[in-house]
């Protein structure tokens, strides 16, 4: 049986890719470039013809058709690369995030793929300021919220454009969303990816961390969240958050300082103060998405995941084998 994973040179994707071959799959990947097969073949030495590559963006029909033909179904993990979204227009980055996800759908009804499961964000799963309490899954991040920054504004029109077309096909591809909080873990590949720059960050040295939570989940435990909405029967039409616990920025700090010692001797013991951090994001617009999540705290039931088999590691663990990790391939 053959899986398709979009996104083979991504964090989650790379990961998702590791699991599947353990498992026994056959694997099919996407990457943009052709020339990034040696890299994604360079993470799975053993994997010798269980793995292949196809080149598709997500910006493009192009290719499509052809990665997904024969598959037994899709982990949708690539994302549209944002670098160059404008933060003055969001739909800069509203709209590949929602045509990328249309377009790998398509073609999956296209070509009778039983099941598709779909990368989505707990940023389309936000409560509105001022709530607290705990959530789930029936929770919908409102696009129209004033002041939502455009990522969340993407993720959750994304994930909901991607529940509407299959809702309208009369093709039998089912579909399941995962939403994760922030992703760590220790990377397949040398440089840090996604939400893992927030650890190298910290031990590069910073000034001070900002007043926000995280809802943290582990790459492999979110990639094995993946596989089971992928295999689960009981998966079909349902969002799983994907989350293992909540840490403020401080406390992640502190585990990396109490953990890896000298290692660690940069990471800042100080958290700033909120009008610190609304002053720099005046001038780094890249940090305005933080300002909304500043004090903020709510929790997440994952009881939607848990009844799948899903049990998450400690976050504590992750944080600490994600740093150690980090120093690793610094020093090669």
Not at 94 to 112: K, S, T
Request: aromatic share 6%.
């Amino acid at each position: 049986m053959e899986i398709l994973v979009t996104g083979g040179t991504g964090f989650v994707g790379g990961w998702c890719i590791r699991l599947l071959l353990d498992r026994g799959y056959a694997v099919r990947t996407t990457v943009r470039d052709p020339r990034r097969e040696p890299s994604v073949r360079s993470n799975f030495p053993d994997a010798g013809e269980r793995l292949r590559i196809a080149v598709a963006d997500l910006s493009s029909d192009e290719g499509w058709a052809e990665a997904i033909a024969g598959v037994s179904g899709v982990l949708h993990v690539a994302s549209p690369m944002g670098g160059g979204s404008d933060p003055k227009d969001p739909e800069t980055l509203i709209r590949p995030a929602r045509e990328g996800a249309l377009r790998v759908l398509r073609a999956a009804i296209d070509a009778g793929v039983p099941r598709v499961v779909m990368t989505s964000s707990g940023a389309a799963a936000t409560p509105p300021p001022g709530a607290s309490g705990v959530f789930d899954e029936t929770l919908w991040t409102n696009p129209d919220q004033p002041g939502l920054d455009a990522y969340r504004r993407s993720k959750a029109i994304a994930e909901r454009a991607a529940w509407d077309l299959v809702a309208s096909s009369s093709g039998a591809t089912e579909l399941a969303t995962v939403l994760p909080g922030a992703v760590f873990g220790p990377p397949l590949s040398p440089e840090p990816r996604s939400s893992v720059e927030v650890i190298a960050r910290m031990l590069r040295g910073m000034p001070g961390v900002p007043r926000i939570g995280l809802q943290i989940v582990d790459v492999r435990d979110l990639a094995l969240l993946h596989l089971l909405a992928l295999e689960s029967p009981q998966a079909t039409g349902r969002r799983f958050l994907a989350v293992g616990g909540y840490l403020w920025m401080r406390e992640v700090a502190a585990i990396l300082r109490a953990s890896l010692g000298d290692d660690a001797s940069r990471v800042p013991t100080r958290e700033l103060p909120d009008w610190v951090v609304r002053l720099l994001a005046r001038v780094q617009p890249e940090l305005g998405q933080l300002v909304p999540m500043l004090g903020r705290r709510y929790s997440y039931s994952t009881a939607a995941a848990q009844a799948l088999g899903w049990q998450p590691r400690p976050v504590e663990d992750t944080i600490v084998e994600t740093g150690r990790s980090l120093i690793a391939a610094s020093r090669g």
